[in-house]
């Protein structure tokens, strides 16, 4: 069986992040990512990224990728592609299939760092072709440039489904309408405000109610909806689309972290169940870390940070070193992106998490 | 259905505008942001010190309109594409916008162009004056379109 210092599970923003920090500190460094590629989202990400000069801010996605990609391989980080961790077992043994075999690895320390999925939203005929996520649908037009429908009908009006929207325009196909259950927009306007001055409507307080079609979707029928939700069935329209993206939010994607024996909590604000953790991002399980969406939805600017730290922490156990002052920076940069109207949240759910893993901790 | 509408009123009061007065000296930035969104750029990359968003970095941003020159450094850094350029004296009767713009094929000079407001409705016709290629801002291009002064505070966008 093989043997390494630190596997780090999912090689996203996170995760490449984790693994240049822990290898800059001497520690052996194996990454394993089910995609061809290492990079996870930050490839479809063509958009520039908010912060401050420290976030990388104005820059895009790719190009925070692709210097990250870089500076893993100059570090010497092992990596394994196509290759997926399907469980993790007594004394931190992980299985994997790596190019079809069947691989066990045992690890002084793992990072889980598997991002997220996204949650699907179901109405009738939402299984017909021409359905899909807003993060697929951004997969196909910036990774592989296929444009999966001309025109497009958004349901959700968040970050994703603002700037997928807008990467819908620039892809060339024509956005019909963002619909939105709520009476404001989940995102940011200076998003909404990029569709709305090409013309595309952004519908308050409306739904989907159904699909239309018979082997493919061929429209869709949208409703307006009282203060309760209750679609207004009478005020129902039509409208005629090929592809209907689903936007409505993340769920971490956190088994291998239940199948560890994490202890879990429910966090609204970070997209559902999230592994309880400490400041250095380590689990209710010793050596185990956590880092980026898979312990609650943020962003890849703030999972590139909780990257770092867990990176960072990780080394410290193996070498029985400190780097206080390292991890202090890296905290302050995360309460920085965790502040106004859209973080604020955000951070009082991180903190109750790491209240919440020293009560547990102390009485399990 | 009820619509999110962004007309002027959106931003009344809500961003640092530049007063009339500056707007009629020539080239001024407008920034078209206010929310408070962790993100300064805007600050790091003017070298006039006139854009201000200081301590803590979800403070909207605001302009010194005496210390901007109009450059238009502060356009393509803007990851909410929430800054232009605004030229009220390009010439007698039109005024000059300058826009981020991000889709291909890039507009023409001399190109005659439908100009829109911040819902994408159309307001007047209008002209490209310049295009500055994306490969100088990080693939982020700058269009300057020309309009009737008049509608300084309305256009926002074009389309072909």
């Not at chain 1, 194996?30 to 990400?45: A, S």
């Given at each position: 069986m093989e043997e390494k210092d630190l596997v780090i599970i999912g090689g996203g923003p996170a995760g490449l992040c984790a693994a240049i920090s822990a290898r800059k500190k001497g520690i052996d460094?194996?990454?394993?990512?089910?995609?061809?590629?290492?990079?996870?989202?930050?490839?479809?990400?063509?958009?520039?990224?908010?912060?401050?000069?420290?976030?990388?801010?104005?820059?895009?996605?790719?190009?925070?990728?692709?210097?990250?990609?870089?500076?893993?391989?100059?570090?010497?980080?092992?990596?394994?592609?196509?290759?997926?961790?399907?469980?993790?077992?007594?004394?931190?043994?992980?299985?994997?299939?790596?190019?079809?075999?069947n691989i066990l690895v045992k690890a002084k320390s793992i990072i889980i760092s598997t991002g997220a999925t996204e949650n699907p939203l179901s109405f009738p005929n939402w299984t017909l072709p021409g359905v899909m996520g807003a993060g697929a649908c951004q997969t196909m037009i910036n990774i592989h440039r296929v444009l999966p429908g001309k025109k497009v009908l958004m349901i959700g009006s968040g970050n994703v489904g603002l700037i997928v929207s807008y990467q819908l325009l620039q892809a060339g196909a024509e956005v019909v309408g963002v619909v939105e259950i709520m009476p404001k927009i989940g995102g940011y306007l200076v998003h909404a405000a990029k569709i709305k001055r090409f013309g595309v409507p952004i519908y308050l307080s409306t739904t989907i109610l159904e699909g239309v079609g018979k082997e493919e979707i061929e429209g869709a029928i949208i409703c307006p909806v009282d203060e309760n939700f209750k679609p207004i069935i009478k005020k129902k329209k039509y409208i005629e689309v090929d592809l209907i993206c689903i936007a409505v939010g993340l769920t971490p994607l956190n088994e291998l972290l239940y199948q560890a024996g994490c202890l879990f909590t429910y966090k609204g604000y970070l997209g559902g169940m999230v592994a309880l953790h400490n400041e250095n991002m380590e689990t209710t399980v010793e050596n185990i870390f956590v880092a980026g969406d898979c312990s609650g939805i943020e962003e890849a600017s703030t999972a590139m940070e909780e990257g770092k730290l867990a990176g960072i922490s990780v080394a410290e156990k193996i070498r029985g070193k400190k780097w206080e002052d390292e991890k202090d920076q890296i905290r302050k940069r995360l309460d920085d992106f965790r502040i106004g109207t859209f973080g604020e949240k955000r951070k009082l759910s991180k903190e109750e998490i790491v209240r919440e893993y020293y009560e547990r901790v102390k009485t399990w | 259905m009820k619509e999110l509408k962004l007309g002027e009123k959106t931003y009344l009061n809500k961003i640092s505008f530049p007063s009339f007065e500056r707007i009629k000296k020539g080239s001024v930035a407008i920034i078209e942001c206010i929310e408070d969104i962790p993100c300064n750029p805007c600050e790091t990359i003017c070298k006039f010190g006139a854009i201000k968003v200081g301590f803590p970095i979800t403070s909207l941003p605001i302009l010194d309109e005496e210390k901007c020159t109009g450059c238009g450094k502060c356009i393509p850094i803007c990851p909410g594409l929430a800054i232009f350029v605004l030229n009220y004296n390009f010439s007698e009767k039109d005024c000059l916008l300058t826009i981020p713009y991000e889709f291909l094929p890039l507009p023409k000079e001399g190109e005659k162009v439908k100009c829109l407001d911040r819902d994408g409705k159309y307001i007047c016709e209008g002209k490209i004056v310049k295009v500055i290629q994306p490969e100088r801002n990080n693939m982020t291009a700058l269009v300057s379109f020309a309009f009737p002064k008049k509608y300084y505070n309305k256009v926002r966008s074009f389309k072909k």
């Open positions: 460094v194996l990454i394993i990512d089910e995609n061809l590629r290492p990079g996870g989202q930050l490839f479809k990400q063509i958009h520039r990224f908010f912060g401050s000069k420290e976030h990388m801010a104005g820059v895009r996605g790719f190009v925070i990728g692709e210097k990250l990609l870089k500076e893993v391989k100059e570090l010497g980080v092992e990596v394994w592609l196509n290759s997926i961790a399907y469980g993790i077992f007594k004394d931190k043994v992980i299985g994997v299939i790596k190019d079809g075999k | -």
